[in-house]
């Protein structure tokens, strides 16, 4: 049994799944709420499956990248209980995860989310018979420095949502990273034998700083 965990976007995703299928998944769209919402969200889908933590064999989170204060709610998380329960921690980009959400047909893909300051995590993928493979990024940047046959693209995450203007072939069924999914993409992984380290992808320095730190810059 694999417990999915991803805080990397505005929803925080807990997710369940075993032999590579998903049993269930919960969320909670809160784009400052993680730590308050993870836990109980834990809690509340294990229990709702006749589950403990020792039943857990592996836990999967999303890398990000996404903001610095959510996404590391999220890895923290995974990495305690991982730690006190003797079980291995898997990391993925969770841009990745939203390229395999999208269920798109052949061709290439653009995954654009919220980093704020008016700017956005993104990352293109060339999606073909079974298989999703990023080509470039994860990057963040203001949405009009991208090329614009790039913005072009059919694209997934908020970043259509919040600019509209700029990414005209957005996907609105597809806005943040479902815990499930990412249970399935670090089963299909591990059958492959990929290694999939816990890194933080924060892309940028943090908002809150110390004395130190900003004496620094």
């Not at 969320?27 to 709420?33: E, K, L, V």
């Not at 993409?185 to 908002?207: F, I, N, S």
Request: glycine fraction near 12%.
């Amino acid at each position: 049994m694999i417990l999915g965990i991803d805080t990397s976007t505005s929803a925080i995703g807990v997710g369940l799944g075993r032999d590579g299928e998903t049993l269930a998944s919960a969320q909670r769209i809160d784009a400052r709420g993680h730590s308050e919402h993870l836990a109980p969200l834990i809690v509340e889908l294990l229990r709702d499956n006749g589950l403990v933590p020792r039943d857990l064999d592996a836990i999967a989170v999303g890398n990000g990248p996404g903001p610095f204060t959510g996404l590391r709610v999220g890895l923290v998380t995974a990495v305690t209980m991982g730690h006190t329960l003797g079980i291995p921690v898997h990391g993925v980009c969770s841009l990745d995860v939203l390229a395999v959400q999208a269920g798109r047909p052949e061709g290439e893909l653009l995954v654009a989310t919220d980093a704020r300051r008016k700017e956005v995590y993104w990352a293109r993928y060339a999606v073909g018979a079974g298989s999703v493979a990023r080509l470039v990024g994860p990057a963040v940047d203001r949405p009009a420095d991208l090329p614009e046959e790039v913005r072009a693209l059919p694209t997934v995450g908020r970043g259509p949502v919040l600019f509209p203007d700029l990414f005209r072939d957005g996907d609105q069924a597809v806005l943040d990273v479902d815990a499930g999914v990412l249970v399935e993409v670090v089963a299909r992984r591990l059958a492959a034998g990929e290694a999939m380290p816990v890194e933080a992808l924060y892309l940028r320095r943090p908002d809150a700083l110390t004395t130190a730190e900003r004496a620094a810059r």
